[in-house]
């Protein structure tokens, strides 16, 4: 069965250990995490939001959600990837160095980024996006001297209230 791309949420208790061991059921298996985001989402209740974007055969990542769903600090687990009710974003910053950073920047208008930086001899642009988008922004900055990216990685949350 062919590799999937797959966004999975946790929603864990805020303690040290929980992401090693989060961590440690893809490693485990031998399967790349290409993002990871982790942030405190509730102070009150100590839980903190862990996002996992990965590839694989999707009988291995339902595994992987079972075995999320199993360990203790764990209260919820989310795989958005067949979700139509959650909302993906990603931020990026792209340094952007060259002889006509004009069309850089005509472009970045274009494609929804804005102008971070432009005090030095490189232009830093700034997007959120849906995660493909950002890609798109990136190889878009290829041509017109892109010189270095910083990505957050992959933040999900569900359009329904509660």
Same mark, same amino acid.
């Given at each position: 069965?062919?590799?999937?791309?797959?966004?999975?949420?946790?929603?864990?208790?805020?303690?040290?250990?929980?992401?090693?061991?989060?961590?440690?059921?893809?490693?485990?298996?031998?399967?790349?995490?290409?993002?990871?985001?982790?942030?405190?989402?509730?102070?009150?209740?100590?839980?903190?939001?862990?996002?996992?974007?990965?590839?694989? $055969? $999707?009988?291995?990542?339902?595994?992987?959600?079972?075995?999320?769903?199993?360990?203790?600090?764990?209260? &919820?687990?989310?795989?958005?990837?067949?979700?139509?009710?959650?909302?993906?974003?990603?931020?990026?910053?792209?340094?952007? &160095?060259?002889?006509?950073?004009?069309?850089?920047?005509?472009?970045? &208008?274009?494609?929804?980024?804005?102008?971070?930086?432009?005090?030095?001899?490189?232009?830093?642009?700034?997007?959120?996006?849906?995660?493909?988008?950002?890609?798109?922004?990136?190889?878009?900055?290829?041509?017109?001297?892109?010189?270095?990216?910083?990505?957050?990685?992959?933040?999900?949350?569900?359009?329904?209230?509660?």
């Amino acid at each position: 069965m062919a590799n999937e791309r797959h966004t999975l949420t946790a929603l864990v208790d805020n303690e040290a250990g929980v992401l090693a061991r989060v961590v440690g059921l893809f490693s485990g298996r031998g399967y790349n995490i290409e993002s990871l985001t982790v942030g405190e989402v509730d102070p009150a209740e100590r839980t903190s939001r862990i996002t996992v974007v990965t590839s694989g $055969p $999707p009988a291995v990542i339902e595994q992987i959600e079972a075995q999320l769903k199993r360990l203790v600090p764990v209260h &919820a687990v989310t795989n958005w990837t067949f979700a139509t009710d959650g909302v993906e974003r990603e931020m990026a910053l792209v340094k952007v &160095a060259g002889s006509d950073r004009s069309a850089a920047k005509q472009m970045a &208008a274009k494609l929804g980024a804005r102008v971070l930086d432009d005090r030095g001899q490189a232009t830093v642009f700034e997007l959120t996006d849906a995660p493909a988008n950002i890609g798109s922004f990136i190889e878009a900055m290829r041509p017109l001297g892109l010189c270095d990216v910083s990505r957050t990685g992959v933040a999900a949350i569900s359009r329904d209230p509660g």
